[in-house]
T-cell receptor
Framework: GQQLNQSPQSMFIQEGEDVSMNCTSS?????WLWYKQDPGEGPVLLIA?????ELTSNGRLTAQFGITRKDSFLNISASIPSDVGIYFC??????????FGAGTILRVKS | EAGVAQSPRYKIIEKRQSVAFWCNPI?????LYWYQQILGQGPKLLIQ????????DSQLPKDRFSAERLKGVDSTLKIQPAKLEDSAVYLC?????????FGPGTRLTVL
């Protein structure tokens, strides 16, 4: 079935550093999404990507998906302690169906 | 605007018992989703409703899982009988257009 692979699985960075994480897919998606999940909560949408190759920003977050429509990245600039959490990429298929990756755990050292 | 509500937040049962989860979506959202999130994994769609009709239940283990949304608003997800591997967080989400809004989930532990 469809599968999204995220890397790295986890990262431990210093406050103020920039962060980059990636997602690759065995299938093509025309819409890519990045979510953040805090402990005990459901995922919250950070950025939605609708056009391949187009950089999209939301505050300190920047994301893009490639022209092959099989990969995406998320960058976080100047990380702060509240950035800790699990970041998921998701591909959106027919009927609004979402396929999620396994997540990247981000830990920030203040 | 109130978010997606789920209850209970936590549930511990023994294997072979039954359990039910409840979801109240955001008012006016026609589409409702149930996801299963096993520890260390991303959410996996179990079933999608459009109003009170099922759109996609291809990944729902129908021998033990069932879901309904009789009046097109609230929904319940039931597991009968539960297995150890059903231990997970069960997330409900709703959408009006494309964006899905998730509830806090119900954490199920099967002993």
């Amino acid at each position: 079935g469809q599968q999204l692979n995220q890397s790295p699985q986890s990262m431990f960075i210093q406050e103020g550093e920039d962060v980059s994480m990636n997602c690759t897919s065995s299938s093509i998606f025309n819409t890519w999404l990045w979510y953040k999940q805090d402990p005990g909560e459901g995922p919250v949408l950070l950025i939605a990507l609708y056009k391949a190759g187009e950089l999209t920003s939301n505050g300190r977050l920047t994301a893009q998906f490639g022209i092959t429509r099989k990969d995406s990245f998320l960058n976080i600039s100047a990380s702060i302690p509240s950035d800790v959490g699990i970041y998921f990429c998701a591909g959106q298929g027919l009927g609004n169906k979402l396929v999620f990756g396994a997540g990247t755990i981000l830990r920030v050292k203040s | 605007e109130a978010g997606v509500a789920q209850s209970p937040r936590y549930k511990i049962i023994e294997k072979r018992q039954s359990v039910a989860f409840w979801c109240n979506p955001i008012s006016g959202h026609a589409t409702l989703y149930w996801y299963q999130q096993i520890l260390g994994q991303g959410p996996k769609l179990l079933i999608q409703f459009q109003n009170n009709g099922v759109v996609d239940d291809s990944q729902l283990p129908k021998d033990r899982f069932s879901a309904e949304r009789l009046k097109g608003v609230d929904s319940t997800l039931k597991i009968q009988p539960a297995k150890l591997e059903d231990s997970a967080v069960y997330l409900c989400a709703s959408s009006l257009f494309n964006e899905q809004f998730f509830g806090p989930g119900t954490r199920l532990t099967v002993l």
